[in-house]
């Protein structure tokens, strides 16, 4: 079969091609060009027309982010194989040669159509999008959660070993500031918005800070405890690479990971204090350099219900140290806590000093 060149001097491949290249989204420059070419396209052409559409439709479909867009390019090669095979079954076919000529392309056709919607569906379900939901469920479910506790951990980057041991804490440098740390605190929270933080010196003195929902509070070895409605009041040091991402509800936190990390969702795994449950695994790397802070964030949460179980912060220093070091909340409890126990009054005694500070 033959086919008379068209008007312009255009072969119809080529035409038909940089139709289907130069279309925009919703144009219907395509769908016209595909309902209204004159002649049906001989063999060898619908190969090359199809050939250049599937390498055009896939790599259009690797590089777009918009969904409708992808959408649109599929629907687009969907109409263009009905339109070709509904002519080619008005077409008068004469012999059983002519019928055979479009067994070859009308496979071809439908194979290209069936690689581009399985590709869309990949590229909707991507890791990314699986990653993103499950941020979003953690954050969500920070608002009504129940109480809960978390040991922070604080270990070598490499070696992976403890600054202290459980039990009766030893301390590689005991010429340190008599300072309360972060390894072996514990944290207690409830919804957003509350907590309770215990961290220890080096001589085993308790550091107590905390918030109700209202007032932030501190009480220390001796001295009076602190109170103000002031919410940046009494805030907890933090090392420079953490000073503005974390925050010891999480919520913040996992809103600025979300959108300054790139991050992956690698399945659901164990954690190594817990074997036997499998939990959701998230891989956040920093992706600008400017931003201050941790260049690795590893997170594990409940696949149903988005709680946060373990987020561990890599190359952190703390405290002015040169080391770098890895810290670690790790969830070791979800008991329901007493009432009052995000307010001072739960935390000292009776005859406490208690002096509010007023904001300015």
Do not use: C
Not at 25 to 42: G, M, R, V
Not at 201 to 213: A, K, L
Not at 217 to 236: G, K, M, N, T
Not at 269 to 286: C, F, G, I, K, N
């Amino acid at each position: 079969m033959t086919t008379k060149p068209n008007e312009s001097g255009t072969d119809p491949v080529d035409h038909l091609s940089n139709e289907w290249i130069d279309a925009e989204f919703e144009d219907s420059a395509f769908n016209e060009s595909a309902t209204e070419t004159s002649e049906p396209l001989d063999k060898k052409q619908l190969r090359r027309a199809a050939d250049v559409q599937l390498v055009h439709a896939m790599l259009m479909g690797i590089a777009e982010n918009s969904k409708d867009s992808r959408q649109s390019r599929i629907n687009k090669l969907m109409q263009s194989i009905r339109a070709d095979r509904q002519k080619q079954t008005t077409e008068k076919v004469t012999t059983p040669l002519k019928r055979h000529r479009y067994v070859g392309p009308a496979i071809r056709w439908g194979t290209a159509a069936m690689i581009i919607v399985s590709l869309a569906v990949l590229l909707i379900s991507l890791p990314s999008n699986k990653a993103m939901a499950t941020i979003d469920q953690m954050i969500a479910a920070i608002e009504n959660a129940g109480d809960r506790t978390y040991r922070i951990i604080v270990r070598d980057q490499k070696a992976g070993r403890r600054e202290r041991q459980s039990g009766k804490f030893t301390f590689q440098r005991r010429n340190r500031q008599e300072r309360a740390v972060f390894d072996g605190a514990t944290l207690y929270l409830r919804g957003r918005g509350k907590y309770v933080l215990y961290r220890y010196t080096p001589s085993g003195q308790t550091v107590i800070n905390g918030r109700d929902g209202q007032t932030n509070w501190l009480i220390r070895p001796r001295r009076a405890v602190l109170v103000s409605d002031d919410p940046q009041a009494f805030r907890i040091p933090m090392p420079e690479n953490l000073a503005n991402l974390l925050t010891l509800d999480f919520s913040d936190t996992l809103q600025q990971i979300r959108e300054r990390y790139k991050i992956k969702y690698l399945g659901t795994v164990p954690v190594e204090q817990d074997q036997e449950t499998s939990w959701s695994y998230l891989h956040a790397t920093r992706q600008n350099r400017k931003f201050k802070g941790p260049r690795v964030i590893r997170i594990w949460a409940h696949p149903d219900t988005g709680l946060l179980r373990r987020i561990e912060f890599a190359d952190i220093q703390l405290q002015g140290g040169p080391e770098l070091k890895k810290l670690i909340f790790d969830l070791r409890d979800q008991k329901q806590l007493a009432d009052n126990w995000f307010t001072h009054n739960a935390h000292h005694s009776e005859d406490a000093e208690v002096e509010v500070l007023l904001e300015e």
